[in-house]
T-cell receptor, first 110, second 114 residues
Framework: TQLLEQSPQFLSIQEGENLTVYCNSS?????LQWYRQEPGEGPVLLVT?????EVKKLKRLTFQFGDARKDSSLHITAAQPGDTGLYLC??????????FGTGTSLTVIP | ETGVTQTPRHLVMGMTNKKSLKCEQH?????MYWYKQSAKKPLELMFV???????ENNSVPSRFSPECPNSSHLFLHLHTLQPEDSALYLC?????????????FGPGTRLTVL
């Protein structure tokens, strides 16, 4: 079993603030995905990173894959209430199986 | 709207009941998945079907029985469940069961076992 730890578990911030959430593991992954899950819905894929050190930007969201492909971070600039949700990371092992983290629940207060 | 629908959205059942969860995907995908999402636990992969054949079964109790009659439909048959089986059950599909695939999730069925 591949363990993916996400931190913080809960985060509540004011609109306009910046934040970073983390996804850490002792295992190496061939790729890593970030999802956002809104209440009452299933997770929706935000990004896939595959190369160590890779940085991808999606509007105000910046995703980074660690050099050793064991960890990842998600940085949100100027958070908005629409960013509220559960952020999940999922690492893919060499056998094409994905392992999900426990998630970071983000609340952005207007 | 992700192209994956699940019914029912909410289900309450007793431990002696038999019920089924349904998932349908309208994306032309070849792989379908069942996940269990419990509070404070990682999403747990339960079953994977690729081209209507089961390719993964991650030590799931036999009280959960999947069925994939065709590439667009996936069922999860439930019988004699336990209260700890209460969770959100998510269905997902992907183009194929191989590296780097994007999985599209349905909204889930919130199951409560009394």
């Amino acid at each position: 079993t591949q363990l993916l730890e996400q931190s913080p578990q809960f985060l509540s911030i004011q609109e306009g603030e910046n934040l970073t959430v983390y996804c850490n593991s002792s295992s190496v992954f061939s790729s890593l995905q970030w999802y956002r899950q809104e209440p009452g819905e299933g997770p929706v894929l935000l990004v896939t990173v595959v190369t160590g050190g890779e940085v991808k930007k999606l509007k105000r969201l910046t995703f980074q894959f660690g050099d050793a492909r064991k960890d990842s971070s998600l940085h949100i600039t100027a958070a908005q209430p629409g960013d509220t949700g559960l952020y999940l990371c999922a690492g893919e092992d060499s056998g094409n199986q994905f392992y999900f983290g426990t998630g970071t629940s983000l609340t952005v207060i207007p | 709207e992700t192209g994956v629908t699940q019914t029912p959205r909410h289900l309450v059942m007793g431990m002696t009941n038999k019920k089924s969860l349904k998932c349908e995907q309208h994306l032309g995908h070849n792989a379908m998945y069942w996940y269990k999402q419990s509070a404070k636990k990682p999403l747990e992969l339960m079953f994977v079907y690729s081209l209507e054949e089961r390719v993964e079964n991650n030590s799931v109790p036999s009280r959960f029985s999947p069925e994939c009659p065709n590439s667009s439909h996936l069922f999860l048959h439930l019988h004699t469940l336990q209260p700890e089986d209460s969770a959100l059950y998510l269905c997902a599909s992907s183009q194929g069961y191989y590296s780097g695939n994007e999985q599209f999730f349905g909204p889930g069925t919130r199951l409560t076992v009394l």
